[in-house]
């Protein structure tokens, strides 16, 4: 049943990001985990089974989502895809090809000279797994895309503050929304790192930022990734499904990658040395207040050095 499950959620997935934002096959493997003809053969099976891609995501029924099921079933009695065993036939090649600093999509090309046509996806799983590619790279600059697009979150630790429910004093959370072109802050407080909390602070920053990102970059937390992987994580089934039904895409950062989410990683710092050092908070219903005038006033009218303007102008972006 849990193998189903699975199933389920990533296909709906693949299936609501070709319907909502007409993403090419490459776009959707990669937000969703699956290698590009995983993603084609969801959707010749789906479109085969009656979905429209102008029909909206109401075709997305138990009935359609099963017919995929059966049509695209993989069978895999060694754990792994036909791509993986090609690959695995293939290793010495493979191996010596990066010892001469090949690129791997140089080695994409020279296993289809042979005749093995193997995903790009798939390839690049094998070698991180069985020949430990990558590595460091070198930073570049990141192109800051479109306002209402990306929207980056961490948990960052405060510091200590008494709790007048417990008694004592606890540890405070900060769940932080950095907007990617404004910079715009939003801090949600918490004692705790759940699901709930990460669900709850997402429906607040909702409603501050006056609507929902297309895109949410989070690390690697526990509540939203439930296996961190540096190519295909395993996401949270009930975290998935909340995306789904908010109508956002999930695209976590790689395992001890903050550049893969630099513009929240920056703000932690910001968030607990202006927000939270040097104050006394009531309870949690009262720093939660402050916080959210802070994000507007200090954080939001704050002139931001990289930009420069703003951060909270355009608060959306």
Known sequence: ????????????EVLRLWLQ??????????????DRKTVRRYIDAAVAAGL?????????????????????????PAGHGAAWEACRAEHDRIKAWL??????????????????????????RYAADELGFGGRGTTVPVVDGEPGHELQVDFGRMGMMFDPVTGRRRALWALIFTAHVSRHTFVWCS????????????????????????????????????????TA????????????????VIDPARV??????????????????SFFAGEEFADLADAQRR?????????????????PREAGRGVRG
């Not at 010892?99 to 798939?122: F, I, Q």
């Open 191 to 230: 004692w705790r790192q759940t699901l709930e909390d990460v669900i709850a602070g997402c429906e607040a920053a909702w409603e501050f930022y006056g609507g929902v990102f297309k895109v949410l970059v989070p690390d690697n937390m526990k509540s939203i990734v439930d296996r961190a992987d540096p």
């Open 291 to 307: 916080a959210d005038v802070w994000c507007r006033i200090k954080a939001g009218m704050r002139i931001h050095g990289t930009i």
């Open 233 to 248: 994580p395993r996401l949270n089934i009930t975290f998935t499904e909340y995306a789904q039904a908010r109508g956002f």
């Open 21 to 34: 934002d007409r993403m090419g096959l490459r776009p959707i493997a990669e937000a969703v985990g699956v």
């Open 99 to 124: 010892e001469k600093d090949l690129k791997l999509t140089k080695v994409e090309d020279l296993l289809a000279r042979r005749g093995v046509e193997v995903p790009y996806r798939t390839l690049h």
């Open 256 to 273: 001890r990658s903050p550049q893969d989410k630099p513009r929240v990683e920056r703000t932690v710092t910001y968030v607990r040395d």
């Open 52 to 76: 429209v891609r102008d029909g909206g995501e109401a075709q997305l029924t138990d009935a359609l989502i099963g017919a995929v099921i059966e049509a695209v079933r993989p069978e895999r």
């Open 1 to 12: 049943m849990a193998y189903r499950e699975i199933t389920v959620i990533e296909i709906k």
